[in-house]
C-alpha cells in the first residue's frame, strides 16, 4: 500500500489546473478557469477550474472534486491508480508498505486487464530490442520505416514472436491469469487450446489520453493473403475502438498548444509526422471517425485539419467524417497530398519546416475544398453539377453556429457560381424537412409514454438548503474575523417585543457555531450534520486552516456536494456577464450580512414550522383550547414580524 506520507506530498504538489489541463483545454476566466465539459456533449463551457481552491466542477453532470477525484471519474483511474499516476507526472519517489496476499487478490478486473496490457507491452518491446527473430524482423522493418530508436521507444512498438504460444506461455509463467489474457484479446482461446493472437506481427501499443495500455494494433509481415494486414485487439471493458484515437496520448499537450489537430488514418502516419517534429497529430486507426472520437479532440481544440493522401477514392470515402466535425460545431480545413504520397511517406521525405510549411499553404477551409472536389467531378454535367451543390448545402446545414452557416452560404455561391437565395432557399428546405422528421419523432417517443403518470412536481427544501448554504458559508469563510450585528430580544416600555441591535467581533464559524448553540438548532440532514461538525472541529484545532487540504480528506462521498458548495460563484464565471457590464456582488465583501441573514432565515423557517405544529394542536383540541397554546402562537408569530423585519422581507 502507499504510505500516507507519499499520498501526503501528492496532494501538496499536484496542482490541479496542470493535471486537468492535460486532458480539457482550460481558458482563463477571472482567477479561475474554464473549459468544455470532458464528461458530457456540450458546445459552450461549464467545466471550471479554481486554482485558489484546489478544485474542479462540472455543471453539466454535477461532478466535482480535485485533482484525483478527476482522474477516477474521468480516466477511470482508481484511488492508488491517481496517487500513482500524479507521483510519476510529478517526479515523487512513491513509499510503499507490504502488500497482503488478500488485498492483492482484490485488485478488480478492471486494473487487472490493465495489469496484462502493461506486461504485453513491455514483453513486446523486449521481444524487438533483446532477440535474434525480433531484431531481424521486427526492428528492421521499423528502421526500414525511418523510425529511430529513440521514436521506437517513445511509442512502445514491439514485435509478437512468430510462435503460436510464444507471449501467452510466458505470460503465464509471470503469473497472469488465461481469463485476463483471453478478456483483453491477448490469448484467443478455442476449447482446449489456446494461441497468441498477433502471432508473427509488429506491434503499435494504443494507449489512452492518460497513458495508460487499452489495446494493440498488430501489423503482419508476411505476403499471407489469408491473413489480414492489420489485426486489432476486440472490444472489451478497457478497450473502445470507437472511443480512442491512436496518438492522443503523446499529442494531446501539442494539440491544446497549437489550438489544432492533424487527423490522418494509420499509425505510421501519426509516428512519422511526430518524429519530423509535428506532434499535434492523431489517427482513427482505420476506423469510420466516430462522434466519440471527435469530441475527444473538441476537449483540447476547436480546430481539426484532416488530412488525405492523393488516392481520390480514399478522399471520397473519407470525405463523409466531414459532416461528423461539423455537427460537433468545430472548424475544420482539409489538406491532400500529391498523387502516391500519404502523410507517412511525405513527412519522411521533408524536413519539418518544409513539411509545416506545405501543411500551412496547402490546407483549405472544407467547403472549398469539397466543392473543388465535386466540381472535378460534375465537370460539364449540370445535373450532376445540381446535386453535388445539394450535397453542400446539406454539409452546411449540419453546422450549429447560424452566422458560420450564412458565410459558408456566401462562399458556396462564389465558388458554384449560383445565386446566394437559391441556396439559402435550399438550406431551409433541408432545416425544414429535418425539424420535421425530428419532431414527428418527438411526437411518438410522446405519445409512447403518455401511458406513464407525471410525477408532481417536487417542493424546494428549504431546510436542505438552508444547511447547505450554513456548510457552504464555513467552508469558504469559516475562519475569517467579522463584525456581526446581534439581534437581542427585548422588551420596551410599552410591553412590546423588540429587537435590540448589538455589534461584536468574531470568526464566522464561532458566530454560526453560537447561534446555533443558542437556539438548539440541529442538521436535519445526517451528512451535512457529519460534515458540520467535522468543520468545526478542524476550525477550533487549526487556525491556519487551508482549504484544499481539507477537501483533499472529505469522504469521496461528499466530494461532489462540498464541490458544489465551493465552486458556486465560479459558475456564474461561465456567462461572461462582465462583458454585458453586469457586476455580480462579491460576496466576501458582505459576509456578516450573508451569515446573518442565512441564520435568520433558518430561525424564521423553524418559527414557521412550530407555529404550524401548535396550530395543529390547538384544533385537534377544539373542544377545549389550550390557552397556552395560543400565547406560544402568539409570541412565536411577534418574533417572526420582527425578523422579517430585519430580513427586509415579508415572511
Known sequence: MITRTTIDQVFETARVEEVIGDFVQLKKSGSSYKGLSPFSDERTPSFMVSPVKQIWKDFSSGKGGNAVTFLMEHEHFSYPEAIRYLAKKYNIEIEETEQTDEQKEQANERESMYLVSEYASNYFQRIINDTDQGKAIGLSYFTERGFTPETIKEFGLGYSLDEWRAFTDEALKQGYKLDFLQKTGLTIVKEDKRFDRFKGRVMFPIHSMSGRILGFGGRILTNDKKAAKYVNSPESDIYHKSKVLYGIYHAKKSIAKENNCYLVEGYTDVIQFHQTGIKNVVASSGTALTPEQIRLINRLTPNITVLFDGDAAGVRASIRGIDLILEQG??????????????????????????????????????????????????????????????????????????????????????????????????????????????????????????????????????????????????????????????????????????????????????????????????????????????????????????????????????????????????????????????????????????????????????????????????????????????????????????????????
Open 330 to 651: 468545430m472548424n475544420v480545413k482539409v489538406c491532400t497530398f500529391p498523387d502516391g504520397e500519404d502523410p507517412d511517406s511525405f513527412a519522411k521525405q521533408n524536413t519539418f519546416e518544409e513539411l509545416a510549411t506545405y501543411l500551412d499553404e496547402n490546407a483549405k477551409d472544407f467547403i472549398s475544398f469539397k466543392a473543388s472536389l465535386l466540381m472535378d467531378e460534375a465537370k460539364n454535367d449540370p445535373i450532376k453539377k445540381a446535386n453535388l451543390i445539394r450535397d453542400m448545402v446539406v454539409s452546411i446545414s449540419k453546422i450549429p453556429d447560424r452566422i458560420k452557416k450564412e458565410i459558408y452560404i456566401q462562399e458556396c455561391a462564389k465558388i458554384m457560381d449560383i445565386s446566394e437565395a437559391v441556396l439559402f432557399s435550399t438550406l431551409a428546405q433541408i432545416s425544414k424537412k429535418e425539424f420535421q422528421e425530428a419532431n414527428k419523432e418527438y411526437k411518438q417517443e410522446k405519445k409512447a409514454f403518455e401511458v406513464i403518470k407525471q410525477k408532481p412536481q417536487q417542493k424546494v427544501d428549504i431546510q436542505y438548503e438552508l444547511e447547505r448554504k450554513i456548510i457552504e458559508i464555513l467552508l469558504l469563510y469559516g475562519n475569517k474575523t467579522e463584525d456581526f450585528e446581534d439581534l437581542i430580544l427585548k422588551e420596551n416600555e410599552e410591553g412590546l417585543l423588540i429587537l435590540e441591535p448589538v455589534v461584536h467581533e468574531a470568526k464566522v464559524f464561532e458566530k454560526i457555531y453560537m447561534d446555533l448553540q443558542d437556539d438548539e438548532m440541529e442538521f436535519t440532514n445526517e451528512a451535512f450534520k457529519t460534515l458540520y461538525y467535522t468543520v468545526i472541529d478542524t476550525l477550533n484545532q487549526d487556525p491556519d486552516f487551508a482549504l484544499e487540504s481539507f477537501v483533499n480528506k472529505v469522504d469521496p462521498e461528499m466530494a461532489s456536494s462540498v464541490t458544489s458548495m465551493l465552486m458556486n460563484d465560479e459558475r456564474y464565471q461561465l456567462h461572461d456577464w462582465n462583458r454585458m457590464n453586469i457586476f455580480p456582488k462579491e460576496k466576501d465583501k458582505t459576509i456578516a450580512q450573508l451569515v446573518s441573514e442565512t441564520i435568520l432565515s433558518l430561525r424564521c423557517f423553524l418559527i414557521e414550522q412550530k407555529v404550524s405544529e401548535y396550530k395543529k394542536d390547538t384544533l385537534d383540541k377544539l373542544n377545549d383550547v389550550n390557552k397556552g397554546v395560543l400565547e406560544e402562537v402568539m409570541n412565536y408569530s411577534n418574533l417572526k414580524m420582527l425578523l422579517s423585519r430585519k430580513l427586509n422581507r415579508v415572511l
